[in-house]
């Protein structure tokens, strides 16, 4: 069973708004450094987004390119952890994909051993 289910992925218009939500599976996410990455053909996984554990204050960091756009907001109660996409555009297609690992440094993907499976996201008119 995968520790990390991710949902919410699907096809928008250009200003629309997604909510991901990665939910832990036999893991607690309060215990983790969570992060969403996105992933484009041909290219690595860029980190857009990280929340660290209870225990580090939940210290947040959001890429500087969808800053303003994008939140990572977490619910302890359903142990989930969402990123909330808000005025999608042209840029944000990608497959999403969320990651828990013991503490982040630079929201890379290298720092995270836990992967979900992903979820698609597509932008189009």
């Known amino acids: 069973q995968d520790p990390l289910v991710e949902s919410g992925g699907g096809l928008v218009q250009p200003g629309s708004s997604l909510r991901l939500s990665c939910e832990g599976s036999?893991?607690?996410?309060?215990?983790?450094?969570v992060g969403w990455f996105r992933q484009v053909p041909g290219k690595e996984p860029e980190g857009i987004a990280c929340?660290?554990?209870?225990?580090?204050?939940?210290?947040?960091f959001v890429k500087e390119s969808v800053k303003g756009r994008f939140t990572i907001p977490k619910n302890k109660a359903h142990n989930t952890v969402y990123l909330q996409m808000n005025n999608l555009n042209s840029e944000d297609p990608a497959v999403y994909s969320c990651?828990?690992?013991?503490?982040?440094?630079?929201?890379?993907?290298?720092?995270?051993?836990?992967w979900g499976q992903g979820t698609q996201v597509t932008v189009s008119s």
């Open positions: 036999g893991i607690i996410l309060n215990y983790y450094a």
């Open positions: 929340i660290s554990r209870d225990d580090l204050d939940d210290r947040t």
């Open positions: 990651a828990a690992g013991a503490a982040y440094a630079d929201c890379l993907p290298a720092e995270f051993g836990y």
